[in-house]
């Protein structure tokens, strides 16, 4: 039986050993408001709840995976009590005990990469487009993307990218490492179902315990609780003259294209 549960911008399912969570503001290339942060969170401790699932695939309703954060609320001063929900969205994320395959398309942006970065396994589309243009819009990279990326793509890399904030395409992105495969757009769905019953046949204990063993290695290399405190980074951003003069400047080119 399928189980769905009540979210407003992500729609997220259970359906056995299988689940899904789909990102679901197509029209507005699925950002990733304050709201949604908080619902990914919800839904990663709701398929916590479903101890039969081995699998989530992690996806965005329409032509892309995610534009990053929500630039239209960019200006809205957020809660204090909201600084660091999107580090929780990525630890829930990352602790999930179902393994999670990314299904990237279209735009994978900023907090768009946090996300598939906090997933397992990535599969992408040999289409998709990636960029993180935190550093354009004043604020360094927060909701523990930085050591996620460390982790992905190594410390060079992660530099480059966040301080350049050039794009990059899926074979980039597959060979530094943060793709497990891209493949032609067309068979996007039939390479992330092949993947998902390979994943689906292994016996459950095993292939948790092997993400949870992965997952505790990993952060012994890269610990992501060290990000704690990048929400002083992104609000001291918002703040900053020079960095919101860069940030009127992106997102006046954004509007005139
Ligand atoms: N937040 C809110 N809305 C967004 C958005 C975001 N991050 N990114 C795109 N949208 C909206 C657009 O405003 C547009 O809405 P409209 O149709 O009502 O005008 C719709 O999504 C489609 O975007 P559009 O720019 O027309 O698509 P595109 O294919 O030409 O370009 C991008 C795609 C991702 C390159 C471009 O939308 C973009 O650069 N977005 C901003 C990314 C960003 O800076 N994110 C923040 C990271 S910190």
Redesign the pocket.
């Known amino acids: 039986m399928i189980e769905t549960a009540p979210f407003d911008t992500l729609v997220a399912t259970a359906d056995g050993n299988r689940g899904s969570l789909q990102l679901n503001r197509p029209?507005?290339?699925n950002?990733l408001s304050m709201h949604t942060l908080h619902e990914i969170e919800l839904a990663a401790r709701w398929f916590d709840e479903h101890h039969d699932l081995k699998v989530v695939v992690v996806s965005g309703a329409g032509?892309?995976f995610s534009?990053?954060?929500?630039?239209?609320a960019f200006n809205e001063a957020a809660p204090m009590e909201d600084r660091q929900v999107g580090w929780r969205m990525a630890r829930a994320l990352d602790e999930m005990r179902a393994v999670t395959v990314a299904r990237i398309q279209g735009?994978c942006?900023?907090?768009g990469l946090v996300v598939a970065s906090g997933c397992d396994l990535r599969i992408a589309a040999d289409t998709a487009r990636f960029?993180i243009?935190?550093v354009d819009?004043g604020?360094p990279l927060a909701w523990g993307g930085i050591p996620r990326l460390v982790r992905e793509l190594g410390p060079a890399l992660t530099k480059e990218l966040v301080m350049t904030c050039r794009p990059f395409d899926a074979a980039e992105a597959k060979a530094a490492g943060f793709l497990n495969r891209v493949v032609p757009e067309a068979t996007l769905d039939d390479e992330v179902e092949s993947l998902v019953q390979v994943l689906l046949a292994k016996p459950k204990l095993a292939l948790l315990e092997t993400k949870a063993h992965v997952n505790a290695v990993t952060e012994s290399m890269v610990g992501t609780g060290r990000s704690w405190a990048d929400a002083d980074g992104l609000f001291a951003g918002l703040r900053d003259a020079e960095g919101r003069a860069s940030a009127l400047a992106?997102v006046e080119r954004?509007f005139k294209?």
């Open positions: 029209d507005k290339l950002p032509r892309s534009a990053g954060a929500d630039i239209t735009w942006v900023g907090g960029s243009p935190e819009l604020i992106y954004l294209k």
